[in-house]
């Protein structure tokens, strides 16, 4: 790490720059605060830092814009961009701009750091500088989310926006895979060239070399033509290959030679043919329990999973449910020339407990299923399927126990209390502990179970409360 190395931190959230400053204090650096880009500009004509973090919503203008000035006054210095409001173009047109790095909020206080010790860190001898005069506009594949899991996807989506690396995308049936497919080709330099989609598990064994490499004319029965395979519709461009770890292992081999060498032959000819295709695969399988069992090639594994994009389950994502259905009601109602569904609250509350196993798919069909059954403007919690409209309430004060806690925090912060974390876990505790004994009657090893605790665990804990609460009483008495 560079000790001393100046900072300068942009953002007009006066909390944001104390936490920050106070942060990367500790870590050693000099910190400077600003809270928009005028007074970041005054400061530039007779300093310069060695990084700056700047939030890109900022009073007066874009934060981004900040990257132009430094460039027109000669100045390589590492932009860390920081949002609340992240989205995929918005990433893609960071990287594009030139920043070293982007940070959704809220960000991680070791992950500020962690980038900050990279962006001080001398550039290794051959760095290329950043292509900021690329620009590339998104095609109509969309990637939506607020979750966090969803925001890294983003960022590596930014990352590659100049590279036709091969990528790997991993997670559950009706996650998003291909859509991720297709968001990488359009912002990638191949983006001006076919996208060429192939699902492995849906052609039969003894059809997929040809489907992949294409045939001669009398290379097998039924070949009464020369066709070209995908490699070939693919040139210049991105070969998707779907479900990649249902592809036979003798074809992995011929696929693993293509990757390694680039040059290929159609089934039954002489010529050899340049494969000049970017391959992205996606699976919803694990590839490393199948490398150990000897079903899936480790060679080309390796191969295939150069850069990893792991897509979470809807479940996972909670917070993403309303804003993906919003969307979806939306297209449906275009695609239909359907009058457009609004989602009730309590209908979104109840789309939310749902654990969708058919992820993000799932969602979309039911969307389209409510634009046409749903009778009213407004989608009613019974209009849903039963699966969903009949799953338990939480009730809106659960829903919403996040907001109360933030407000309770808020307020202990402005009264100057402190230890705020170890008293909310101990009261989340006490509640989680009575909640868990109500429902099983008093019963501690059904309730230990609940509450993914051992028994003895639960005993200590219902200990340390009780003697909590005594103490509590004796100091009231006094």
Same mark, same amino acid.
């Given at each position: 790490?560079?000790?001393?190395?100046?900072?300068?931190?942009?953002?007009?959230?006066?909390?944001? &720059?104390?936490?920050?400053?106070?942060?990367?204090?500790?870590?050693?650096?000099?910190?400077?605060?600003?809270?928009?880009?005028?007074?970041?500009?005054?400061?530039?004509?007779?300093?310069?830092?060695?990084?700056?973090?700047?939030?890109?919503?900022?009073?007066? *203008?874009?934060?981004?814009? =900040?990257?132009?000035?430094?460039?027109?006054?000669?100045?390589?210095?590492?932009?860390?961009?920081?949002?609340?409001?992240?989205?995929?173009?918005?990433?893609?047109?960071?990287?594009?701009?030139?920043?070293?790095? #982007?940070?959704?909020?809220?960000?991680?206080?070791?992950?500020?750091?962690?980038?900050?010790? @990279?962006?001080?860190?001398?550039?290794?001898?051959?760095?290329?500088?950043?292509?900021?005069? &690329?620009?590339?506009?998104?095609?109509?594949?969309?990637?939506?989310? %607020?979750?966090?899991?969803?925001?890294?996807?983003?960022?590596?989506?930014?990352?590659?926006?100049?590279?036709?690396?091969?990528? !790997?995308?991993?997670?559950?049936?009706?996650?998003? +895979?291909? /859509?991720?497919?297709?968001? =990488?080709?359009?912002?990638?330099?191949?983006?001006?060239?076919?996208?060429?989609?192939?699902?492995?598990?849906?052609?039969?064994?003894?059809?997929?070399?040809?489907?992949?490499?294409?045939?001669?004319?009398?290379?097998?029965?039924?070949?009464?033509? &020369?066709?070209?395979?995908?490699?070939?519709?693919?040139?210049?461009?991105?070969?998707?290959?779907? %479900?990649?770890?249902?592809?036979?292992?003798?074809?992995?081999?011929?696929?693993?030679?293509?990757?390694? *060498?680039?040059?290929?032959?159609?089934?039954?000819?002489?010529?050899? !043919?340049?494969?000049?295709?970017?391959?992205?695969?996606?699976?919803?399988?694990?590839?490393?329990?199948?490398?150990?069992?000897?079903?899936?090639?480790?060679?080309? #594994?390796?191969?295939?999973?150069?850069?990893?994009?792991?897509?979470?389950?809807?479940?996972?994502?909670?917070?993403?449910?309303?804003?993906?259905?919003?969307?979806? =009601?939306?297209?449906?109602?275009?695609? =239909?020339?359907?009058?457009? +569904?609004?989602?009730?609250?309590?209908?979104?509350?109840? !789309?939310?407990?749902?654990? $969708?196993?058919?992820?993000?798919?799932?969602?979309?069909? /039911?969307?389209?299923?409510?634009?046409?059954?749903?009778?009213?403007?407004?989608?009613?919690?019974?209009?849903?399927?039963? %699966?969903?409209?009949?799953?338990?309430?939480?009730?809106?004060?659960?829903?919403? $126990?996040?907001?109360?806690?933030?407000?309770?925090?808020?307020?202990?912060?402005?009264?100057?209390?402190?230890?705020?974390?170890?008293?909310?876990?101990?009261?989340?505790?006490?509640?989680?502990?009575?909640?868990?004994?109500?429902?099983?009657?008093?019963?501690?090893?059904?309730?230990?179970?609940?509450?993914?605790?051992?028994?003895?665990?639960?005993?200590? +804990?219902?200990?340390?409360?009780?003697?909590?609460?005594?103490?509590?009483?004796?100091?009231? @008495?006094?």
């Amino acid at each position: 790490m560079s000790q001393g190395a100046v900072i300068w931190v942009v953002d007009d959230d006066e909390t944001i &720059r104390f936490v920050l400053q106070r942060a990367l204090r500790r870590g050693g650096y000099q910190v400077e605060c600003f809270e928009d880009v005028a007074s970041v500009r005054r400061a530039l004509e007779h300093a310069r830092p060695a990084v700056m973090l700047t939030d890109i919503r900022l009073p007066d *203008e874009d934060g981004l814009g =900040l990257i132009d000035t430094l460039q027109a006054a000669g100045a390589d210095i590492p932009v860390v961009a920081m949002t609340a409001y992240s989205d995929l173009d918005q990433t893609v047109s960071a990287y594009q701009k030139g920043v070293f790095d #982007y940070l959704p909020k809220p960000f991680d206080l070791d992950q500020v750091i962690s980038v900050v010790e @990279r962006a001080v860190a001398p550039a290794p001898v051959g760095t290329m500088p950043t292509d900021v005069s &690329r620009k590339r506009t998104a095609g109509g594949h969309q990637l939506i989310g %607020e979750s966090a899991a969803m925001q890294e996807v983003f960022r590596t989506i930014g990352r590659l926006y100049r590279s036709d690396i091969n990528v !790997l995308i991993t997670g559950e049936t009706g996650t998003g +895979k291909e /859509v991720v497919a297709r968001v =990488l080709h359009e912002h990638s330099p191949r983006a001006r060239h076919p996208f060429i989609a192939l699902n492995t598990a849906a052609i039969p064994s003894e059809l997929l070399e040809s489907e992949l490499f294409g045939h001669e004319r009398g290379a097998f029965t039924g070949a009464h033509a &020369r066709r070209e395979g995908r490699f070939e519709e693919a040139a210049g461009g991105t070969l998707f290959l779907d %479900e990649i770890g249902d592809m036979p292992l003798g074809l992995q081999t011929r696929l693993l030679r293509v990757l390694a *060498e680039g040059e290929y032959y159609r089934v039954g000819g002489r010529d050899l !043919l340049s494969a000049n295709a970017r391959v992205i695969a996606a699976t919803h399988q694990d590839l490393e329990a199948k490398v150990a069992d000897g079903s899936f090639r480790e060679d080309l #594994y390796h191969r295939l999973n150069v850069i990893h994009v792991a897509l979470p389950p809807l479940r996972d994502r909670r917070e993403d449910i309303g804003l993906l259905a919003r969307r979806f =009601l939306h297209e449906a109602a275009e695609e =239909l020339g359907l009058e457009e +569904k609004q989602l009730r609250p309590d209908t979104g509350r109840a !789309l939310a407990r749902y654990d $969708w196993p058919g992820n993000v798919r799932q969602l979309q069909n /039911v969307c389209r299923q409510l634009s046409v059954m749903a009778p009213a403007e407004q989608i009613f919690p019974q209009d849903l399927p039963p %699966e969903i409209h009949d799953l338990p309430p939480t009730g809106e004060a659960g829903d919403r $126990w996040a907001d109360a806690l933030r407000n309770w925090a808020r307020a202990e912060l402005h009264a100057g209390a402190g230890n705020l974390v170890g008293r909310a876990q101990a009261e989340m505790e006490r509640v989680l502990i009575d909640c868990a004994l109500e429902r099983t009657g008093g019963q501690r090893i059904k309730a230990a179970e609940l509450l993914g605790l051992g028994r003895n665990t639960l005993t200590r +804990k219902l200990k340390q409360h009780d003697a909590g609460d005594n103490g509590v009483q004796d100091s009231a @008495r006094t």
